[in-house]
């Protein structure tokens, strides 16, 4: 079983790196925040460079990528970090639906953090010697406490992107 973890961690790792588009489109949604424009927003709305938009702070910094379907993906840096550090348990995917007019910041749940969770109490009642196994919901849940937070800094600067690229009033000169 160990073994079956590790791989599905290096797995989760490799498919983080390759910016897999199935990866960052499927999973369990933990975090999701819909922020709603208009049509004209919508078409003047940019997601690129959203990082520098970002707060500073002393946890990794995010990282951002196009995806094929035109989403943006997002996780947190694989570089070099003296800062915080926590269990990451969430990846991210911005998507822009122009049907419903809004664009939506999605967290997904990682493979492994899920998979260990739902394994520790089995595995403690198969060896009781692995009891302090517990603290690893802990850790996650305080990890997810974290990124939930850091999640919520991408839905402001969306929204902040969303109301100074197109202000209430502007009018187009193209049109």
Request: hydrophobic share 50%.
């Amino acid at each position: 079983m160990a073994i079956a973890l590790i791989a599905l961690l290096l797995i989760e790792v490799l498919l983080l790196l390759r910016w897999a588009p199935f990866f960052f489109g499927t999973g369990i949604v933990l975090f999701n925040q819909r922020i709603a424009t208009s049509p004209d927003e919508l078409s003047q709305l940019s997601l690129s460079g959203l990082e520098h938009d970002l707060p500073i702070d002393k946890w990794m910094r995010l990282v951002f990528h196009a995806l094929p379907d035109g989403s943006v993906a997002f996780r947190e840096s694989f570089a070099p970090h003296f800062g915080g550090r926590y269990f990451a348990l969430m990846r991210g995917q911005l998507v822009v639906d122009k049907r419903r007019r809004e664009v939506r910041v999605i967290g997904r749940c990682s493979w492994f953090a899920l998979v260990l969770t739902v394994l520790v109490v089995p595995i403690i009642l198969v060896r009781p010697m692995a009891w302090p196994m517990l603290v690893c919901p802990l850790i996650f849940y305080m990890g997810y406490h974290i990124q939930r937070k850091r999640y919520a800094s991408v839905v402001e600067a969306v929204r902040a992107r969303v109301r100074s690229e197109f202000p209430r009033g502007f009018v187009d000169p193209r049109r």
